[in-house]
């Protein structure tokens, strides 16, 4: 019985001490975010549409881990003109204190580091898996959807900025914008096709996972999740999600979208595009 006693008392001082250095983190996090301020640049077409899946990753890595910032709206003119402040021709940018972090990776790394609560590089291998994820879903999905959105997205195209997208489709396809236009649904059928891999491999992960908090790209929640996430946004605003998804064609993805969006949140200002 002394032995339970003195078992007992060791369990609840160990306990104490950890409750209390989680708290003292809690703390210092909470403190940390409120003296810093964060500016995030973001690519803004008419009626307040936005592009960049890159952006969308790096703004719900902030949302998840709850630290405000606030947004510049730049056009693609602006970014690409050196019409802004930013020492870099892409976005997203993130200006911390000061000092521009440019790259949705990186900032999502950089993030990581600086605020540990609600880490999304969780596991060791982690953070190897979603850079493997990041750069397949740019290099496969992407282009899919870039070609798709952008036929639909002409008429909400900033006006300084179609000339800069006429040449890079000149480049990438031999058509201008408007001439991508009326060939929607070419791209849209090469985007759906994408999209069948992805719903998959969610089936698959969803058929090995029974409890919910487990189905997600890796498991747990993770940067893996946001990487699709903010490429989903994308589709979202380009071509509103139940045209981009095809009307319960893609059931899975559909299930994982409603599982991840409130998990980084939803902004209040575009609340019509996820309808």
């Not at 979603?130 to 036929?151: D, P």
């Not at 800069?164 to 791209?187: A, C, N, S, W």
């Amino acid at each position: 019985a002394v032995v339970s006693t003195q078992s007992t008392g060791e369990v609840e001082g160990l306990l104490e001490v950890i409750f209390t250095l989680l708290f003292r983190a809690l703390i210092d996090n909470r403190i940390l975010m409120a003296q810093s301020k964060i500016v995030i640049s973001d690519l803004i077409g008419l009626n307040g549409a936005r592009f960049s899946p890159f952006c969308w990753r790096a703004k719900s890595v902030l949302r998840y881990k709850g630290i405000p910032f606030e947004t510049q709206d730049l056009s693609l003119f602006q970014i690409r003109g050196g019409a802004c402040p930013l020492k870099h021709p892409t976005v997203p940018v993130m200006v911390h204190d000061g000092q521009q972090i440019p790259d949705s990776w990186d900032i999502a790394v950089f993030l990581d580091k600086k605020y540990p609560t609600k880490p999304i590089f969780k596991y060791p291998g982690i953070k190897e898996s979603c850079l493997v994820l990041q750069n397949t879903t740019n290099l496969r999905l992407h282009t899919s959807v870039f070609n798709y959105g952008v036929a639909y997205k002409y008429d909400r195209v900033h006006p300084d900025d179609k000339k800069i997208y006429d040449e890079k489709m000149m480049v990438r396809l031999g058509l201008t914008l408007e001439q991508m236009f009326p060939k929607e649904e070419h791209f849209k059928g090469e985007f759906q096709k994408e999209l069948g891999f992805i719903n998959q491999a969610l089936e698959k992960i969803a058929q090995n996972n029974p409890d919910p908090n487990q189905q997600f790209i890796f498991g747990e929640f993770s940067y893996g999740d946001i990487i699709l996430f903010g490429t989903m946004r994308w589709i979202v605003f380009g071509v509103g999600l139940k045209k981009g998804l095809g009307e319960g064609k893609f059931p899975y993805i559909e299930t994982w979208w409603k599982r991840v969006n409130p998990l980084v949140g939803v902004d209040p200002n575009v609340a019509e595009y996820y309808k």
